[in-house]
């Protein structure tokens, strides 16, 4: 009985062997004769385009499977189209041609690659040429307008009006002969690219009679400038409502301000700078470096003290900055922009000297006159603060809370009965002096 069991495990072993062979040989053995027959004119084809193709597939044994049309620039495939091939007959489609920047005029490898289900294939490749389309002209689409961007030479293209200056738009490019396509030109990361219309962000140092350009090979446009400055530093882009600029300043210069035409009507914060009656403008803070935001949605500057490459934070001896977090406070306004929890928006008390910090408010603007609840830092974030055992103050308008007096450990309220006169303005002046751990809140009606 044992012999009998053996030889039938042997035998079925054999068998699974075989059949095994018999299925990768069948696997691998590639049968028929599948032949292609183009029957349109693949020569010639703009970038951008949707090439179209015919052809007649066949194989005469076996079924087919598949014919693949693939584009390759050098030996890089850019494109590809597949059509399923059940039969023999004449198969059609559209193969994209990639619009790409910077590759001029120049010949390219069409492949028609046919498979039957056998998995045997034949292939043909044409060399065809390829060229920029030559547009007519281009649009520069605005949210409120197109303006037509003549061509002014190869690929280059540009508009000449009368723009304020910032115009925002993409670029669009019109449908190029019979299989050409219509295309767009937008901003993506912080560049002109193909396919998007996400604005691009012009700028020119005034508004009046300029050119904005673009050219359809190397996607340069202009202009881009950024004609904001601050004592000759110029300001980079945040977002299109907000540009900094990082630069040392000293007590008392003169500040210049460049490329903002509408500068008199920004509001200009009273700590950090003095304006005269002439429009003149001079620094307050003492000596050092500043990060100074442009904020054109609210028209204010930030300025925030800086330490070397970084925000500035409270330091061991005193010096360094204070910041102010919490409700109801906020500049150029509360209305529009109060601190409230948010650290992204922490106020940073301009500092003027002697370990003195200080922050200038006006009652109903840009403090309320009877109910704020904020504290001083020691950071941009959440960190290192000021408790009801390292800060005190004597004002009879301004309390500190200690945890069971209205307010959380630090943080300051309007003492119950009083209000800020609507109107008025108030400097809030914290002294370290004496020490990081005592420091003394002062309070004075401007």
Not at 105 to 130: D, M, P, R
Not at 143 to 161: D, F, H, L, R, W
Not at 178 to 185: D, K, R
Not at 187 to 206: C, K, L, M, R, Y
Request: proline share 3%; aromatic share 12%.
């Amino acid at each position: 009985m044992k012999r009998l069991i053996l030889n039938f495990l042997l035998g079925t072993a054999a068998l699974a062997a075989l059949y095994s062979c018999k299925k990768d040989e069948k696997y691998v053995y590639q049968i028929g004769e599948p032949k292609i027959e183009l029957k349109s004119d693949v020569s010639s084809a703009h970038f951008g385009d949707s090439l179209v193709f015919k052809l007649h597939a066949s194989d005469q044994e076996i079924a087919l499977s598949t014919v693949k049309v693939q584009l390759f620039f050098t030996d890089d495939k850019v494109s590809e189209t597949i059509i399923r091939t059940k039969e023999n007959g004449e198969y059609s489609g559209k193969i994209l041609i990639p619009f790409y920047k910077n590759i001029p005029n120049g010949k390219a490898t069409l492949k028609f690659v046919l498979q039957n289900i056998s998995q045997k294939t034949t292939e043909q490749a044409y060399e065809i040429e390829l060229t920029r389309p030559d547009f007519p002209y281009l649009n520069l689409v605005t949210e409120s307008k197109s303006y037509k961007m003549e061509k002014v030479g190869p690929n280059e293209y540009a508009a000449t009006e009368s723009f304020p200056f910032s115009v925002k738009g993409y670029i669009h490019a019109p449908k190029v002969g019979a299989q050409g396509n219509e295309m767009n030109f937008g901003w993506v990361n912080n560049a002109v690219d193909f396919g998007s219309i996400t604005e691009i962000p012009f700028s020119n140092s005034t508004s009046g009679v300029y050119s904005i350009k673009f050219n359809t090979l190397t996607y340069a446009a202009s202009p881009f400038i950024i004609a904001y400055a601050i004592n000759g530093t110029v300001y980079s882009r945040i977002d299109d409502d907000h540009f900094k600029a990082e630069l040392e300043l000293k007590n008392g210069e003169k500040v210049t301000i460049d490329g903002i035409e509408d500068l008199k009507d920004w509001w200009i914060d009273p700590d950090y700078f003095t304006q005269k009656s002439d429009g003149t403008i001079n620094f307050n803070g003492i000596n050092g470096k500043y990060r100074v935001i442009a904020d054109f949605k609210m028209k204010y500057f930030v300025v925030e003290a800086m330490d070397g490459a970084n925000l500035a934070t409270l330091k061991a001896d005193g010096t360094g900055a204070i910041w102010i977090i919490g409700e109801g406070i906020g500049k150029p306004n509360i209305a529009a922009n109060q601190v409230g929890w948010n650290t992204d928006k922490a106020l940073c008390l301009v500092p003027i000297g002697n370990k003195k910090y200080q922050i200038t408010v006006k009652a109903g603007e840009s403090i309320h006159k009877d109910n704020i609840n904020f504290k001083f830092f020691h950071q941009k974030n959440w960190g290192g603060e000021f408790g009801a055992t390292t800060i005190s103050t004597e004002s009879d308008l301004i309390f500190i809370g200690t945890g069971t007096n209205g307010r959380d450990s630090g943080n300051l309220g309007i003492v119950a009965g009083k209000s800020l006169t609507v109107g008025e303005s108030y400097i809030l002046t914290v002294d370290l002096s004496q020490g990081n751990s005592k420091a003394v809140l002062t309070v004075v009606k401007k």
